[in-house]
């Protein structure tokens, strides 16, 4: 019953919001790019201002060593807003477009104008970062926000609410903190656009929802990452980029390499490099290290301990760590060597601090490996070899790839962001953020021309004339 009557306030919350955005929606479209910067700059001057209590949130939440904090969810919202402020006057000038010859005596611009009211639903791994930098992309397009961040990270979700109600107006932005029933109920209203970060599964509930209003949506999802490291690879430097990428976060990062495709001839070395550089990292004891945060909660650790386990007793092998806490939500990072596609740990997004390692004997094979699997976020290739590069890039699809170096390319301003069918649908990040939250509007202008000469009745000359475009124009 109490349940029922919180779900029916959250109901009303959502209804009254959506409509004062959809009455003030009109009154942002029109505001200029100074309008916007102006706001962007608030809440980049908050973030820079708060940097501690934004810290603090995700200690809290998940005991995130806040200088992984500044790395991972301050750093990508101060660069993203920067960038935004930036270049936001060119961006929103309407594009003029050459005339083709069948054009001719018409002129045509392409003017960007908000979507109009947006939801934004964030999941909980980068719970600062992922709200609120899809939110300054939404702002700067100029439109009206709900944010749902994740109720998995309470702590940095009330924080998020706090600093957004400071700054914005609910006509404006509004934040509306819940679970899975919540983000149902918005999925519900007949929004404009739907930027989505979070897992596969529950990007088909939110495409399926936003199909009933046709409305369009941008999926950041998720998936299995590879990384491969061929024979030329720098065994020593793409093990330390690869065990930064891998652990950083707990493994908990949507771009983390998921598995690691290793030659054959450079297994045993690959693997005993990744010891080196974890423990480069983080010590002997791990489990101590202020720097090695833990698992969001103790269904997602029970998720990874049943995975780990299923692998062991279909007979992968245990390389490194492997050590759990339950009570902690500590899990060691982990290398399993000798799995096979019959584990699970194969089969789906592991989301962890464990790391299996597949080796491959041809090129051939490993691309085959990827492209038996669902087109990945990202897929990361480690070589010295020009024609490798290559060959691994033009045989296979990931939203993203980066050569000798992983995850990193979700900070770079001037590439777009994004997955492909399974791992996402549409792009982040700078003008792609821009342009995801703005629709590409057609302006054409008659100026002195007609095409009345095309115009029935189609005559004989009428018709020779229309031949004539047909072929010429
Ligand atoms: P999730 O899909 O479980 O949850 C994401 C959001 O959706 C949360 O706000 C949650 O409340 C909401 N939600 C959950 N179930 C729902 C349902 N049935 N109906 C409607 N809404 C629902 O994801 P998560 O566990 O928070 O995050 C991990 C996933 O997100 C991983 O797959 C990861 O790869 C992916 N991810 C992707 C990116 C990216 O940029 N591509 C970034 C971070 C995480």
């Known amino acids: ?23 003030n929606a009109q009154n942002l479209a029109n505001t200029n790019a100074r309008e916007r910067k102006a706001k962007l700059k608030n809440i980049l001057d908050w973030t820079l201002s708060h940097e501690n209590e934004i810290g603090e949130a995700l200690y809290k939440d998940f005991k995130k060593n806040p200088s992984e904090t500044n790395i991972g969810e301050i750093l990508g919202v101060v660069g993203e807003i920067k960038h935004l402020i930036k270049h936001l006057n060119s961006w929103m000038k309407p594009q003029s477009v050459p005339t083709p010859l069948n054009m001719i005596g018409t002129s045509a611009h392409v003017r960007f104008e908000p979507k109009g009211i947006c939801l934004i639903i964030s999941p909980w791994n980068y719970p600062f970062n992922l709200s609120i930098k899809p939110l300054a992309q939404a702002i700067a397009a100029g439109n009206t926000v709900i944010l749902k961040p994740s ?15 400071e700054l914005f107006n609910s006509n404006e932005i509004h934040v509306i903190e819940g679970d899975s029933t919540v983000s149902q109920i918005l999925l519900e209203q007949p929004f404009n656009h ?31 990452s590879p990384c491969i490291v061929d024979e030329t690879a720098n065994i020593t430097k793409s093990a330390e980029k690869i065990a930064w990428g891998k652990f950083i976060n707990n493994g908990q990062t949507c771009v983390a390499p998921d598995y ?17 550089s974890i423990e480069n990292m983080y010590g002997n004891e791990v489990k101590q290290s202020a720097d090695y945060c833990r698992i969001v909660n103790n269904r997602h650790f029970n998720r990874l301990n049943t995975l780990l386990i299923e692998a062991v007793e279909k007979g992968a092998n245990i390389s490194f760590g492997g050590q759990v806490d339950g009570s902690e939500n500590y899990i060691a990072p982990t290398l399993l060597t000798g799995v096979d596609n019959s584990m699970k740990i194969m089969q789906e997004e592991i989301f962890g601090p464990i790391l299996p390692i597949v080796s491959y004997s041809t090129n051939e094979e490993a691309v085959t490996h ?48 994004g997955g492909v069918n399974n791992s996402g649908i549409g792009k982040s990040g700078g003008i792609w953020g821009f342009t995801e939250f703005s629709n590409q509007r057609a302006v054409m202008r008659q100026k002195f021309g007609t095409f009345k000469m095309i115009y029935p009745p189609y005559t004989p000359s009428v018709a020779k004339l229309i031949r004539f475009f047909v072929r010429w124009m």
């Open 1 to 23: 019953m109490t349940q029922l009557l919180i779900e029916r306030d959250i109901e009303q919350e959502i209804l009254t919001v959506f409509n004062l955005q959809k009455a």
């Open 151 to 165: 109720e998995l990270t309470p702590n940095t979700s009330a924080l998020i609410k706090k600093m957004l109600s």
């Open 194 to 224: 739907i930027f989505f970060t979070g897992s596969p599964n529950v990007g088909k509930i939110v495409m399926t929802a936003a199909a009933k209003n046709l409305t369009s949506v941008t999926l950041e999802l998720g998936g299995k």
């Open 260 to 276: 690691v495709l290793v030659h054959k001839s450079v297994e045993n070395e690959f693997v005993s490099a990744m010891k080196n």
């Open 370 to 417: 990827i492209k038996n699997r669902e087109k990945p976020l990202a897929m990361y290739i480690n070589s010295g070899k020009e024609s490798n590069i290559n060959y691994f890039i033009e045989n296979s699809s990931a939203g993203g790839t980066v050569i000798n170096d992983c995850v990193i390319h979700y900070g770079h301003t001037e590439i777009p962001f």
